[in-house]
């Protein structure tokens, strides 16, 4: 299911629901973390529920193991944590959904990305926790994001974030710079920073993460061409090789020269490290990079707006959505509803950004951020955007996230080859969409 874009009306409706919080994103309910919760569900007493989960870097790991050990405190079900490799958890995940005997409940990603595994069979039907509680009064767009294209729920959330080109301010104030707004006072703080000697731009597109550079395609492809063109192309109703994709590839052109030779070799938590240490100046990057850094970090860290580029275009974001889907083959149904309906608490919510690094904001509409500035700066980004997108496999697919990885790759390597590139990328992609 694609994220469907919200009307100015349905915008106020959908912001209306989230209470004190009012993000932009989504939203969830507080379901009663009681133990009279589990007769809701049908629990049975005692039971294990195995929780894969791919948020390997060390605060997340640890902010997901404090979750389940107060899961575990409340009696009945228990939940055994797994934690894989974040890159391995992602290419191994299909293999997980089709195994004889597959992990109960799992993290990842709802909207377009879940409806894809939803199609196949593979996703447990979860409306019924939908129904209860505080979940039954989540606003639309969220049950929507939830729901696969049949209209079943198939996903609890847990949190949302926000991209932004991240910097430090230290860094900044010592090179007498500020943050941009236009497309052309970027370029004019790329050339600033190179005359100092600084590599200006951090990717992070190699290894594993070849995915980060995805976010440069969306960000510029958003803001060219607008929100809606960004999903219907994902989708498969224009064609990479469209004028209006060149476009796209003209202007990241313009920035090539700036960004770190590197960029194509370092993973993004080795890009994240050489922005950490001042080797450069700033990276187009998702929140969820702030739990591999250190926490007396924190508190240098800042980011901007990715640079408007055509005024008369509506300002869209990306605003990820992370949390729950479970498996349709899952031998512990029961079990494993009780513990969704507990991941949407405010109180689990709560104990992960305890322990994470706080950058990520809770679904609950009860539960509370850690208010830092820079979460009060990330809400506002969200909360002000005329639209949010989710990011390039999210409203697509998992299985179209390759097509990007090896187009956007051999792009940074030749980018005069574009022509070839984006016609083979409409080739590769053509092939997911037939399936």
């Given at each position: 299911?694609?994220?469907?874009?919200?009307?100015?009306?349905?915008?106020?409706?959908?912001?209306?629901?989230?209470?004190a919080?009012g993000?932009?994103?989504?939203?969830?309910g507080?379901v009663?973390s009681?133990?009279?919760?589990?007769?809701?569900t049908?629990?049975?007493?005692?039971g294990?529920?195995t929780?894969?989960?791919n948020?390997?870097?060390?605060?997340?790991?640890?902010?997901?193991?404090d979750?389940?050990a107060?899961?575990?405190?409340?009696?009945?079900?228990?939940?055994?944590?797994?934690?894989?490799?974040?890159?391995?958890?992602?290419?191994?995940?299909?293999?997980?959904?089709?195994?004889?005997?597959?992990?109960?409940?799992?993290?990842?990603?709802?909207?377009s990305?879940?409806?894809?595994?939803a199609?196949?069979g593979?996703?447990?039907?979860?409306?019924?926790?939908?129904?209860?509680?505080?979940?039954?009064?989540?606003?639309?767009?969220?049950?929507k994001?939830?729901?696969?294209?049949?209209?079943?729920?198939v996903?609890?959330p847990?949190?949302?974030?926000?991209?932004?080109?991240?910097?430090?301010?230290?860094?900044?104030?010592?090179?007498?710079?500020?943050?941009p707004?236009?497309?052309?006072?970027?370029?004019?703080?790329?050339r600033?920073?190179k005359?100092?000697?600084?590599?200006?731009i951090?990717?992070?597109?190699?290894?594993?993460?070849a995915?980060?550079?995805?976010?440069?395609?969306?960000?510029?492809?958003?803001?060219?061409?607008?929100?809606?063109?960004?999903?219907?192309?994902?989708?498969?109703?224009?064609?990479?090789?469209?004028p209006q994709?060149?476009?796209?590839?003209?202007?990241?052109?313009?920035?090539?020269?700036?960004f770190?030779?590197?960029?194509?070799?370092?993973?993004?938590?080795?890009?994240t490290?050489?922005m950490?240490?001042?080797r450069?100046g700033m990276?187009?990057?998702?929140?969820?990079f702030?739990?591999a850094?250190?926490?007396?970090?924190l508190?240098?860290?800042?980011?901007f707006?990715?640079?408007?580029i055509?005024?008369?275009?509506?300002?869209?974001e990306?605003?990820?959505?992370?949390?729950?889907?479970a498996?349709?083959?899952?031998?512990?149904?029961?079990?494993?509803l009780?513990l969704?309906?507990?991941?949407a608490?405010?109180?689990?919510?709560?104990?992960?950004?305890?322990?994470?690094?706080g950058?990520?904001?809770?679904?609950?509409?009860?539960a509370?951020?850690?208010?830092?500035?820079?979460?009060?700066?990330?809400?506002?980004?969200?909360?002000?955007?005329?639209?949010?997108?989710?990011f390039?496999?999210?409203?697509?697919?998992?299985?179209?996230?390759?097509?990007?990885d090896?187009a956007?790759?051999?792009?940074?390597a030749?980018?005069k080859?574009?022509?070839?590139?984006?016609?083979a990328?409409?080739?590769?992609?053509?092939?997911?969409w037939?399936?």
């Amino acid at each position: 299911m694609s994220t469907a874009p919200i009307s100015p009306t349905g915008r106020r409706q959908f912001l209306a629901g989230a209470g004190a919080i009012g993000a932009a994103a989504l939203m969830s309910g507080c379901v009663t973390s009681s133990s009279s919760d589990a007769g809701s569900t049908g629990q049975s007493s005692g039971g294990s529920v195995t929780l894969q989960s791919n948020l390997s870097s060390p605060q997340a790991k640890t902010a997901m193991e404090d979750l389940a050990a107060a899961y575990n405190k409340r009696g009945g079900a228990k939940a055994e944590l797994n934690t894989v490799a974040s890159e391995t958890f992602r290419t191994q995940l299909p293999t997980y959904l089709t195994s004889a005997n597959p992990p109960d409940l799992l993290t990842w990603y709802p909207g377009s990305v879940a409806d894809a595994y939803a199609k196949k069979g593979l996703l447990l039907d979860v409306s019924d926790i939908w129904t209860k509680g505080e979940l039954a009064g989540y606003p639309d767009a969220l049950k929507k994001l939830c729901s696969d294209s049949s209209g079943a729920k198939v996903f609890v959330p847990a949190s949302y974030y926000w991209w932004g080109m991240f910097y430090k301010k230290s860094n900044f104030a010592k090179w007498g710079v500020r943050e941009p707004r236009t497309w052309d006072d970027f370029i004019a703080l790329c050339r600033t920073l190179k005359s100092k000697g600084v590599a200006p731009i951090g990717l992070g597109a190699g290894g594993d993460t070849a995915w980060v550079a995805s976010a440069w395609f969306d960000y510029l492809d958003i803001r060219i061409n607008g929100a809606q063109y960004h999903r219907d192309l994902l989708a498969g109703r224009h064609s990479f090789d469209d004028p209006q994709v060149h476009k796209v590839f003209d202007k990241w052109a313009e920035v090539l020269p700036y960004f770190d030779p590197n960029g194509t070799a370092l993973a993004f938590q080795d890009a994240t490290t050489a922005m950490l240490n001042n080797r450069t100046g700033m990276m187009l990057i998702g929140t969820f990079f702030a739990d591999a850094a250190p926490k007396d970090q924190l508190d240098d860290i800042d980011f901007f707006q990715f640079p408007i580029i055509d005024p008369s275009v509506p300002v869209a974001e990306e605003g990820p959505t992370d949390g729950y889907f479970a498996s349709a083959h899952t031998a512990h149904k029961q079990q494993t509803l009780d513990l969704m309906s507990y991941l949407a608490t405010a109180e689990a919510q709560e104990i992960y950004l305890k322990g994470s690094s706080g950058t990520s904001l809770p679904t609950n509409p009860k539960a509370k951020d850690s208010g830092t500035p820079l979460v009060k700066k990330g809400r506002a980004l969200i909360e002000g955007a005329a639209d949010v997108t989710q990011f390039f496999n999210r409203d697509s697919s998992d299985a179209l996230q390759p097509t990007a990885d090896t187009a956007l790759t051999k792009f940074l390597a030749k980018p005069k080859e574009i022509n070839s590139i984006l016609t083979a990328w409409q080739r590769d992609a053509q092939k997911i969409w037939s399936q």
